[in-house]
């Protein structure tokens, strides 16, 4: 069964937005605390969830910055831990720079589109199983390319853009 936990207006194309879930922000909700991470492609809206803190160290995940790299090797969405730069694929969780740690859990998402224009997003109450083959082939080389492009659009929002001499 899902709960629902947001109505949201019909966002603007191509950004990644996000929102938090807890029991403080949505009282039905009895789960750990999850990210959405949603995004609008034409009509089309997208949406994934995941746990908040990193499987890794613990850290909130809701800082990290998140970009479409992995779409080659079969990935949804890509994020980037602000402790340790994990890269976590956000559709399955699997951890693609560590083949060691942790996968984040994810969780089923679903939304509707009112009269209204508004979206009703509805997030189950258990993550998804994990199965052992659902893990993507990205070879390392890969992974550490997505994981320093995200490291870069990481300093570059924090600290702004500079030419290296």
Request: net charge negative; with cysteine.
């Amino acid at each position: 069964m899902a709960v629902f936990v947001r109505s949201l207006p019909f966002p603007r194309e191509g950004t990644f937005m996000r929102f938090r879930v807890s029991h403080e922000t949505v009282p039905e909700w009895r789960g750990e605390d999850v990210l959405v991470f949603y995004r609008r492609e034409a009509d089309s809206l997208s949406f994934w969830a995941l746990q908040e803190a990193c499987p890794h160290a613990g850290v909130s995940l809701i800082e990290s910055d998140i970009e479409d790299f992995g779409r080659a090797e079969g990935l949804g969405p890509c994020l980037a831990c602000p402790a340790h730069m994990y890269v976590f694929d956000a559709q399955s969780g699997q951890c693609i720079t560590q083949p060691r740690a942790r996968d984040a859990r994810t969780y089923p998402v679903s939304h509707e589109r009112g009269d209204d224009g508004m979206v009703r997003v509805y997030l189950g109450r258990e993550p998804h199983a994990k199965a052992a083959t659902t893990r993507a082939t990205v070879d390392q080389k890969r992974a550490n390319e997505i994981q320093l492009s995200l490291v870069e659009i990481g300093l570059n929002r924090r600290y702004g853009t500079s030419e290296v001499l």
